[in-house]
C-alpha cells in the first residue's frame, strides 16, 4: 500500500488523512445527523449507550494487552492512563443507564455491527491479524509490534469520536436544552481531545521501528476500524425518519433522481482548455519543418505558442473585467433569480466571443482525435468523483441519471475520460470539436458556450423526461457559469472556493450553506413538519468540501 502523504508525517496522521473519507460517511450517518439535530429518539440513544458498553469494555482489554507487550517505560504508563480514562467512561454510562431505569443484562445484549469490530479488535490483541503468519512474542520487538498493531485497530476510533463531538460543538450554539449536550461535550472536550492524540503519539512511538511492509498492516487495520465504526452507527436503530441519505427514500417506481454536473475544475483537477492547449503545442509543428500537403496547415511551434499565451491572457483580463462589471448593479437586498438572470447574460455573451477568438486564432487545427482521447484517458479527476459516479451506475436499485453539462471544446474528452474510469453511463452535453479524417479543423460545433446555454440544456432535458415520474435534481457546479443551474436544482452543491462565485452569488442575496449544518437543519425542520422541502430557487446553496461529502450526502457509505 503506497501512501500519497509524506513519509516524515507519522502513521497515526497518515492514516487518518489517508482515510478521510471514511470520518466523512461516518459524521454522514443518520444517526449523527439526527444527534446532531437534537431530534434523535432518546430509546435509540439508549440502545446506543448500552452497546458502547461493549465497546468500551473492549477497549479496556485492548489496552491492557498492548501495556503488557511494550517494554518502553514511557508507554506503558501513556497506556495505562487511557485504560483509567475508559475505566471512567464505563463508570459513567453504568450510571446513566441505571439512572434511565435499563437492565444491563437484558439491555446490554451485543449487535452484530458491535461484535464486528469487538472481535476484530481483540482477535487483533491476541496477534490474529489478517494475512500475517503468528509469530511466537519470543522477542521485545515482536511483543512491541503487535501493541502497535493493537493501537492500530483503536487509534481511529479515539481520532473519529474526537472529530464528530468537534463538528457537532457548533450545533450547541444558541441551543438552551440540548438533548445530547452532554455526549457532544464530553468527546468535544479538551480531556478527550488529548487522550485522542496521546493514542496517536503511542501509536506512532510503537512504529518506529517497523518496517514498510508492517506499516502497511496498521494502515490496514485503521481502515478496517474505521469502516467497522461506520457499520457500528448504521446499526444503531433509529425510530424517526432521516433525511439522509437523499436516495433513501427514492422510489425508483414513483421518483427519478437526476444528477447534474459541470466537467472542469469540479470533476477535474486541470481545466480541459489547458490539456487541449498542451496537446496542441506538443505535437505541433517546428517552424523549419515541412507540412505534408494533404493534412490541414497547423500553426509554427513559436507562433502557438504566442497564440496560446495572448488569448489566454486576454481571457483571464476580460472575465474579471466581465465579473466586476456585473457587481456595479445595485446590490439585491434578498434573493433575485431575475435580475441575476438578466445580469448573467453579459457573462455568456463573453463567452461565446471568447470561443470565436479561439476558432479564428487557429489554435486547435490540426488536433489528432487520438491524442485527444489517450490525454483524457490520463485526465486526473478529483479525489471520490469516480467512485461517486459508479455507485450510481451500478446501484440498480435506483432510478437515476447523470448529466454533465461542460463548456468543454471537446465532448470527446470527457468521455475518454470517464470511459477509462469505467464510467460509460453519462449523459455529455458540451462543444465538439470538427475533424477531417481524424484531424480537427479548428471549427468548434457550438452546443454549450455560456451559463444561459447551460440552465436551457438544464430545463430542456428535464422536459424531456417522462411525466410519470417526479424528478429530484442535484448539480454539482464550482464557478459562475454553474450558478443558475445551481440555483435551478432541487439541490445545488458548490465544490470549491471559487471567489467570483460568492461575490455574485451575494450580490444576488444567494445564501452560501456548509453542506453538513445545512442538513442538520433540514432534520431539524423534518422532525417538525415531516418534510425536507428540497426545491429549487430557494436561493440556498450548499458548499461541499469533496466528493465524499457528495457521496454520503447522497448516496451513504
Known sequence: MTSPIEESVGVARRCWINFKKESTFALYTPFVVCLASGTLNIDTFRHYIAQDVHFLKAFVQGYEAAEVCTDDDDAKVGI??????????????????????????KECTINPATAKYTD????????KV??????????????????????????????????????????????????????????????????????EDLLDKLSVTLTGEELDIIEKLYHQAMKLEIQFFLAQPLVQKAIIPLSKDHNPAEQRLTIFSDFDLTCTIVDSSAILAEIAIITAPKSDQNQPENQISRMSLADLKNAWGDLSKQYTEEYEQCIEKMLLTEKAE??????????????????????????????????????????????????????????????????????????????????????????????????ELMFQESLSTGEIVKKVESPIDKV???????????NDKKNLTVYIGDSVGDLLCLLEADVGIVLGSSSSLWRVGNHFGVSFVPLFP?????????????????????GVLYTASSWAEIHAFVLGS
Not at 476484530?120 to 496477534?127: D, E, I, Q, W, Y
Not at 448529466?403 to 449523459?427: A, M, N, P, Q, T
Not at 438544464?458 to 417522462?466: A, E, Q, T, V
Open 456 to 466: 436551457q440544456a438544464f430545463s430542456k432535458i428535464l422536459m424531456n423526461c417522462r
Open 518 to 538: 445545512g442538513v442538520v437543519q433540514k432534520q431539524k425542520m423534518y422532525a417538525v413538519s415531516d418534510s425536507s422541502s428540497w426545491t429549487g430557487l430557494s
Open 130 to 199: 489478517e494475512g500475517v503468519k503468528a509469530a511466537k512474542l519470543a522477542t521485545p520487538f515482536e511483543k512491541t509490534k503487535l501493541a502497535a498493531y493493537t493501537l492500530g485497530a483503536m487509534t481511529p476510533c479515539m481520532r473519529l469520536y474526537a472529530y464528530i463531538g468537534k463538528e457537532l460543538q457548533v450545533f450547541l450554539e444558541g441551543e438552551k436544552n440540548h438533548p445530547y449536550e452532554k455526549w457532544i461535550d464530553s468527546y468535544a472536550s479538551e480531556g478527550f481531545q488529548a487522550s485522542a492524540l496521546q493514542t
Open 334 to 431: 434578498k434573493f433575485d433569480y431575475g435580475r441575476l438572470c438578466r445580469t448573467v447574460e453579459q457573462l455568456s455573451d463573453f463567452e461565446k466571443r471568447a470561443n470565436s477568438r479561439i476558432i479564428e486564432s487557429g489554435v486547435l487545427k490540426g488536433l489528432n482525435l487520438e491524442d485527444i482521447k489517450r490525454a483524457g484517458q490520463q485526465l486526473i479527476l478529483q479525489d471520490g468523483c469516480t467512485d461517486f459516479f459508479q455507485s450510481i451506475i451500478r446501484n440498480e436499485n435506483l432510478n437515476a441519471d447523470i448529466h454533465v453539462l461542460s463548456y468543454c471544446w471537446c465532448g470527446d474528452l470527457i468521455r475518454s475520460s470517464f470511459s477509462s474510469g469505467g464510467i460509460d453511463g453519462l449523459d455529455i452535453h458540451a462543444n
Open 120 to 127: 476484530f479488535l481483540l482477535a487483533t490483541a491476541s496477534g
Open 80 to 105: 495505562s492512563e487511557l485504560r483509567k480514562n475508559i475505566v471512567n467512561e464505563l463508570k459513567m454510562h453504568d450510571a446513566v443507564l441505571e439512572e434511565w431505569g435499563f437492565d444491563l443484562v
